[in-house]
């Protein structure tokens, strides 16, 4: 089968392109062609706010790039520019050509947290968005039912996987040298994920952030007792996890987060809020713990069997996910 996917982020460091890389991957194992319509095709100008973030904005080359590669399935992955100008093609243009789409991000906490506009406004514009969307797949169920009491409609859960090879127990190389408790959070470095409330965590061990973004230099200023490492990934990322004590994910606006599921298949323990995301991860004391208080959830969650947090995470992989992603695909039966 041909697959056209088209995104507005593919070389980024973040949960959405690691979900769609994986599948990408996996599809083609499956002997599916597969055509990623993505930034680097396209002009681009830097985000406000975001620099790391590129917007596309030629973006009138989207509905040629899918006409001439006829594709038997399109997957809109992306409420931005690329995503937009597809959506644009299939039911303005053309108006019959059926897709699906997915929400990976709380657009709307975020444009309300960033610029100060109202949230109702943002899931306006994504209703609007997906409202032609066959198939609108979602993180997890909380994610589903949060969606459905904002209007949404046709909405499947498309969970995300691990890849177990690289992310295990094994994945330690030696001692950790920190001192314990070492507590890690691996998240982008902007507002609306939370990471003041990891760093200012009370311990007597080590807190280590991984990840870059615009708010980092920020964060360095003002804690100086965290450890910043920038941006981490495959074998040396997974020896961090298993390094770990425990895994904090601090974000209350991820619809999901699948650096919790790279923590846990490492045998670390996660704690968090108990938000979406967590909520359909966590196992209360099996896999780690959710609490109001973050410094709380992290006391808790040292007592987690760390044999037995691996093992939970074996029902995560790619190819199951990947296999939902497809059952969920519309085909295209004219053009």
Not at 25 to 42: C, D, G, K, R, Y
Not at 178 to 200: H, M, N, T, W, Y
Not at 254 to 261: C, E, N, P, Y
Request: glycine share 6%; proline share 6%.
């Amino acid at each position: 089968m041909k697959i056209c996917i088209v995104t507005d982020t593919w070389n980024d460091v973040n949960g959405v392109c690691t979900t769609l890389r994986n599948t990408v991957n996996e599809l083609t194992a499956m002997q599916h062609t597969v055509l990623v319509i993505e930034p680097s095709q396209f002009k681009t100008i830097k985000a406000p706010k975001y620099p790391e973030v590129k917007l596309s904005w030629n973006i009138w080359k989207v509905g040629r790039k899918i006409r001439d590669f006829e594709p038997d399935a399109i997957h809109i992955a992306t409420e931005g520019p690329l995503g937009f100008a597809a959506r644009w093609y299939c039911k303005v243009e053309r108006r019959s050509i059926p897709h699906n789409t997915s929400y990976h991000t709380k657009f709307p906490e975020y444009m309300n947290q960033m610029y100060k506009l109202p949230i109702s406004w943002g899931y306006y514009v994504m209703r609007w968005f997906h409202k032609f969307s066959t198939k609108v797949l979602v993180t997890t169920e909380s994610m589903r039912n949060e969606l459905s009491h904002h209007g949404f409609e046709r909405l499947e859960v498309w969970s995300r996987g691990v890849d177990q090879t690289i992310f295990n127990p094994k994945a330690v190389i030696g001692p950790a040298t920190a001192k314990r408790p070492i507590l890690l959070c691996v998240s982008r470095a902007s507002i609306e994920k939370g990471l003041d409330d990891f760093c200012q965590i009370e311990t007597t061990g080590t807190k280590i952030l991984i990840g870059g973004g615009p708010y980092l230099d920020k964060l360095k200023e003002k804690y100086p007792d965290v450890k910043f490492l920038g941006y981490k990934s495959g074998p040396v990322l997974a020896h961090f996890y298993a390094s770990a004590d425990v895994f904090v994910f601090p974000s209350k606006s991820d619809t999901f987060g699948v650096v919790m599921l790279e923590a846990n298949a490492c045998g670390t323990p996660i704690a968090a809020y108990p938000v979406t995301g967590p909520k359909d991860v966590i196992v209360q004391r099996l896999n780690g713990f959710m609490d109001d208080d973050l410094e709380q959830a992290v006391v808790e969650a040292m007592h987690c069997d760390r044999a037995a947090v691996a093992k939970n995470s074996l029902q995560y992989s790619w190819r199951a996910c990947t296999m939902t992603f497809l059952n969920n695909l519309p085909i295209i039966t004219h053009r």
